[in-house]
């Protein structure tokens, strides 16, 4: 059995790959919200209060557009809610939690914490303590997320253009998916999400964010139920 | 932008973190459903990921030329046989930087 704190900070080494794509884009999401015109401290409310990187950069690109709150809003909540995902997948590991601490661990729950998170968990599945995973790479990623944005926000977007950083994004979360390639019903899983989510990538709210993994996991449905 | 849409913005977004995790039972979900949850990972990111290779900023196919095709593409070898996290993202920034500084000049 490893100590609360080692998986703690086995949840904090996960985190620090990402760093290569969650800073710089934490900075352009700071730099971007100037660049708007909206005031520091606002900007910087939205690291804090959404705390969601590329839902924060289209609530403020479709507020200084002129978009009413709801329709930002109403973004933000459809990009955001393939959270409900991952939450079902780590709540079989939160289970036991008591109400107040699951509260305070949905917080943490970004992309790339439960990536690594649920990879670890997957791996050490007799281990207790498991959430500690969870809330090291989540609160390592809120920490790095805070700090360049609030860089972004003071220095403006000093890493340059020419360098492509936003590509920095598809490759971190291919990192990530690259050990299910091995297993036939992932890759036709991971394939159907893809294409689906370049045909619907114009569909109104970005809902493909969320369309493409539900059409996905029908086809994963399909596939069991093909199986037995 | 006001105190009123961030915050409204980070009550729907701290929802979805939370109601799956706090507020619904799994004892509510079938085995079918639980069975399903194992592909999440596999649904969700190549909804991130192909847009981010395959279309440009303005939200249109890129060319078969792409650089970042090529680059995406050794990454995932490279992720697929040493299975660690940074040398899939290192080996496909390098090699991107590589085509467009080196390659396109």
Redesign the interface.
């Known amino acids: 059995m490893l100590s609360k704190s080692k998986i703690f900070f086995k949840g904090t080494t996960?985190m620090?790959?990402?760093m290569?794509?969650v800073v710089p884009f934490g900075i352009i999401t700071g730099a971007i919200g100037i660049e708007f015109g909206?005031?520091p401290l606002?900007v910087y409310?939205?690291s804090l209060?959404?705390?969601?990187g590329a839902?924060q950069i289209i609530?403020?690109q479709l507020?200084?557009g002129g978009a009413s709150?709801l329709v930002?809003?109403t973004s933000?909540?459809v990009i955001?809610?393939?959270?409900?995902?991952?939450?079902?997948?780590?709540?079989?590991y939160?289970?036991k939690l008591s109400?107040t601490k699951?509260?305070i661990?949905?917080?943490f729950?970004v992309?790339q914490g439960f990536?690594?998170s649920?990879k670890y968990i997957k791996k050490n599945k007799k281990e207790t303590n498991l959430h500690y995973h969870v809330l090291g790479g989540g609160i390592t990623l809120w920490i790095f997320w805070q700090i360049s944005t609030i860089c972004g926000i003071i220095l403006g977007s000093f890493i340059p253009d020419?360098?492509?950083l936003?590509?920095?994004?598809?490759?971190?979360?291919?990192?990530?998916?690259?050990?299910?390639?091995?297993k036939k019903?992932?890759?036709l899983?991971?394939?159907v999400?893809?294409?689906?989510?370049?045909i619907l990538?114009?569909a109104p709210f970005r809902s493909?964010?969320i369309l493409?993994?539900?059409i996905?996991?029908i086809t994963?449905?399909l596939i069991?139920r093909f199986r037995k | 932008?006001?105190?009123?849409?961030?915050?409204?913005?980070?009550f729907?977004?701290?929802l979805?973190?939370?109601?799956?995790?706090?507020l619904?039972n799994?004892k509510l979900?079938g085995n079918?459903i639980?069975?399903?949850?194992?592909?999440?990972?596999?649904?969700?990111?190549?909804?991130?990921?192909?847009?981010?290779?395959?279309?440009n900023d303005f939200?249109s196919?890129v060319e078969i030329t792409d650089p970042?095709i090529y680059?995406?593409g050794l990454?995932?070898v490279v992720?697929?046989y040493s299975?660690s996290?940074?040398a899939?993202?290192?080996s496909?920034?390098l090699s991107?930087?590589f085509i467009?500084f080196f390659l396109l000049r």
């Open positions: 996960a620090l790959p990402h290569l794509s909206f005031d606002l409310a939205t209060i959404i705390f969601g839902s609530f403020m507020l200084s709150t930002a809003v933000v909540g955001n809610s393939r959270h409900l995902l991952y939450g079902a997948v780590l709540s079989e939160l289970e109400f699951k509260l661990i949905s917080y729950i992309d990536a690594e649920n020419e360098l492509g936003k590509f920095a994004i598809p490759l971190t979360f291919l990192a990530v998916v690259v050990n299910e390639l091995k019903d992932h890759v899983v991971m394939l999400s893809g294409f689906v989510s370049l990538f114009d493909y964010i493409s993994p539900i996905a996991l994963a449905l069991l | 932008m006001t105190w009123l849409s961030i915050v409204m913005s980070g729907v977004t701290y979805a973190r939370m109601t799956m995790v706090a619904i799994r979900l079918r639980k069975e399903v949850l194992n592909y999440v990972p596999a649904a969700v990111f190549p909804a991130i990921i192909f847009p981010g290779v395959f279309l939200g196919l970042k680059a995406a990454a995932l992720g697929f299975r996290v940074i899939t993202i290192v496909g920034l991107y930087w467009i």
